[in-house]
């Protein structure tokens, strides 16, 4: 199986982002799994088979559970693959994040212009008191 086929499954991709922040039992995994796609326990314990065989996640055993972790190597495959083809997207990411930059630049001196000024300090000396 090639990486991007691993990749293109939404519920593998998936298990990957929660992966990706760390360690996580196989339980935590199916649960939000689960819950997001309506899938059985063991159809979520297929898609971690697949992650494990194919280089994406690591398993390792503590006690009755499994932990799982991204292996770097899937990801780093996937990008092997993808990087010929960045002169092609890398551009246009470019200049999207300059058109968000701008947006939000816009924004903010809009939000800056409706804002009304904070009042001057005054320095005037107190009147004398009155007996």
Do not use: C, N
Not at 38 to 64: D, N
């Amino acid at each position: 199986m090639h990486a991007l086929d691993v990749l293109g499954d939404p519920v593998r991709r998936r298990i990957l982002e929660l992966l990706a922040d760390g360690e996580l039992s196989a339980g935590e995994v199916g649960s939000v799994v689960q819950a997001e796609f309506g899938i059985s326990q063991p159809a979520v314990s297929q898609h971690l088979r697949v992650l494990r065989e194919q280089g994406f996640a690591t398993v390792r055993p503590e006690g009755t559970r499994r932990l799982y972790a991204v292996d770097p190597r899937g990801p780093r495959q996937a990008s092997e693959w993808l990087s010929p083809f960045e002169r092609f997207f890398t551009p246009k990411l470019d200049a999207l994040g300059t058109e968000l930059a701008r947006g939000r630049r816009q924004r903010r001196l809009a939000a800056e212009r409706a804002a009304p000024s904070p009042p001057l300090p005054t320095t005037a000396t107190p009147l004398p008191k009155e007996d």
